[in-house]
C-alpha cells in the first residue's frame, strides 16, 4: 500500500499484476504506450547516462536591442565548444571529456557523464548573425545576437 500524502484525500494505487506473465502483458503495454518512459528507469540509468545531461540547458531571452542565449555548460574547457550560426538557426555543440587520471580508481558512484552534445534553436528574423559575439566564463556560454529591427507587437481580439 502506498504512503498517504498529508492532505490528499483519495491516493491512486496502480493495480498489481497476479502472475510474472500478466507482469511481462503489462510491461509490454507500458512499453508501447510510452516507449521513452523506460530511459528513466533505474536499471537503463545504469547502463547509458540521462539524456538531460549531456544537454546544455539553455534561457533565451532579449535585453535591449540584443537577442541573448545562456546556455550552461559545466565541466567543459572553451576549446572543446563549438557556436555556429546558419541562416535563422543557432547550434551549440561540444564535448565534455572524461578525466584520465582517476580512470583507475575504485568508484563507488559514478553520475557525472561524458560525451559530446549538441543543441540548435531557431532565432528571430529580425536578428543579425553575422554580428552576433560569445563569451564563456565559470561554465556559463553567452551569446549574443544584435537586432536588425524592431519588431512591434499586434494585439489580436478573440472573437
Known amino acids: ?14 493495480a498489481r499484476p497476479v502472475s510474472p506473465f500478466a507482469e511481462m502483458e503489462q510491461s509490454f503495454e507500458n512499453f508501447f504506450r510510452n516507449p521513452f518512459a523506460m530511459m528513466t528507469h533505474p536499471m537503463m540509468q545504469s547502463f547509458m547516462p540521462k539524456l538531460t545531461d549531456m544537454t546544455p540547458t539553455v534561457d533565451i531571452f532579449e535585453e535591449g536591442k540584443e537577442v541573448v542565449v545562456k546556455a550552461e555548460i559545466p565541466g567543459v574547457e572553451k576549446n572543446d565548444i ?3 550560426i546558419t541562416e535563422n538557426s543557432l547550434t551549440i555543440s ?5 578525466e584520465q587520471k582517476v580512470e583507475k580508481k575504485d568508484y563507488h558512484r559514478v553520475e557525472r557523464s561524458y560525451g559530446s552534445f549538441s543543441r540548435s534553436f531557431r532565432l528571430p528574423e529580425n536578428v543579425n548573425g553575422s554580428k552576433a559575439k560569445a563569451s564563456f566564463k565559470d561554465g556559463v556560454l553567452e551569446v549574443r545576437l544584435p537586432k536588425t529591427k524592431e519588431t512591434k507587437q499586434k494585439k489580436i481580439e478573440i472573437g
Not at 1 to 14: C, D, S
Not at 94 to 98: D, N, P, S
Open 1 to 14: 500500500m502506498a504512503k498517504k500524502e498529508k492532505g490528499v484525500l483519495v491516493q491512486r494505487e496502480e
Open 94 to 98: 561540444g564535448e565534455k571529456k572524461q
Open 82 to 84: 563549438d557556436v555556429s
